[in-house]
């Protein structure tokens, strides 16, 4: 596969303007670290949470290049890594918002059907079906089944993530719970030959469940992009080739 975008980091490809989508991010690409004060009222995990997002060199370089998220460059990594997205004829985006994912499936792949869901609404965007609702719900899965033109998904992607509590447990079981749902619909609707991306966690709790996934499959990967973070234990689980 021709190289999409410059490697992380390296210095070829540093401060490239091309109008391909482009994962550089370089360590000496950081700006001026942002301080952020701890406002009355605010948290003290709040304000760390918004110090670490505003030096972000993910987020600065999103910012910088019109990506809608940081998330953007996880996906860039992936495709980097697998070459799924140029081939795919029908695409179903799961967690769009605020829809990084998106520009890049559309900047690489100008053609497919694509459709997005997520919770959360997202700002409009050309050539793309975007479906608001609870993806869990079996009428916003119909939603999105109704504009296919009988055609099957040949990737379904999910990034979604629900809302955490800070209770391991609780949140590694409504984890679980949501790539079942997932499952579920890849399993009855994908495409025979097509692909399947999902976000997950080593918690343990989806361990059967992953291997039943990579069972469907003809190849399955772990992969953990450098633009996703260390700490939130998550990785994406690419099972390639249906069988
Ligand atoms: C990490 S964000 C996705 C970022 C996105 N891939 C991008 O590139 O901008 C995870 C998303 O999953 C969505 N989500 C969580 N649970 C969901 C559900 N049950 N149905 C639809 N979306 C859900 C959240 O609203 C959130 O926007």
Same mark, same amino acid.
Request: hydrophobic share 45%; aromatic share 2%; proline share 2%.
């Given at each position: 596969m021709a190289k999409l975008v410059a490697g992380l980091g390296s210095k070829k490809g540093k401060n490239k303007k091309s109008d391909k989508p482009q994962s550089l991010?370089?360590?000496?690409? #950081?700006?001026?670290?942002? #301080? @952020?004060? =701890? $406002? $009355?009222? #605010?948290k003290i995990a709040s304000t760390r949470w918004l110090t670490r997002h505003f030096n972000d060199p993910y987020v600065q370089e999103a910012q910088k290049l019109g990506y809608r998220s940081r998330a953007a460059f996880k996906l860039l990594e992936l495709e980097e890594r697998i070459n799924l997205i140029a081939q795919a004829k029908f695409i179903i985006d799961l967690g769009s918002a605020p829809g990084g994912w998106l520009q890049i499936i559309r900047a690489i792949n100008p053609h497919c059907l694509l459709i997005g869901c997520d919770l959360l609404p997202i700002d409009p965007m050309p050539d793309v079906i975007f479906i608001e609702g609870d993806f869990t719900d079996a009428k916003i899965q119909t939603q999105i089944l109704s504009h296919s033109n009988g055609q099957?998904?040949? &990737? @379904?992607?999910?990034d979604m993530s629900p809302n955490l509590t800070g209770h391991k447990n609780t949140?590694?079981?409504?984890? $679980?719970? &949501? &790539?079942?749902?997932t499952w579920q619909f890849s399993k009855t609707h994908l495409a025979k030959g097509g692909h399947f991306i999902c976000k997950t966690r080593a918690s343990g709790?989806? =361990?059967?469940? &992953?291997k039943e996934i990579k069972a469907h499959f003809a190849q399955a990967r772990h992969i953990k992009p450098k633009a996703s973070r260390k700490e939130t234990g998550e990785f994406y689980l690419v099972s390639m080739t249906a069988l």
């Open positions: 991010v370089s360590a000496n690409h #950081r700006t001026e670290a942002v #301080r @952020i004060k =701890t $406002a $009355a009222g #605010r099957k998904p040949d &990737l @379904i992607l999910s949140d590694f079981t409504k984890i $679980a719970l &949501l &790539l079942e749902h709790m989806e =361990t059967d469940l &992953l």
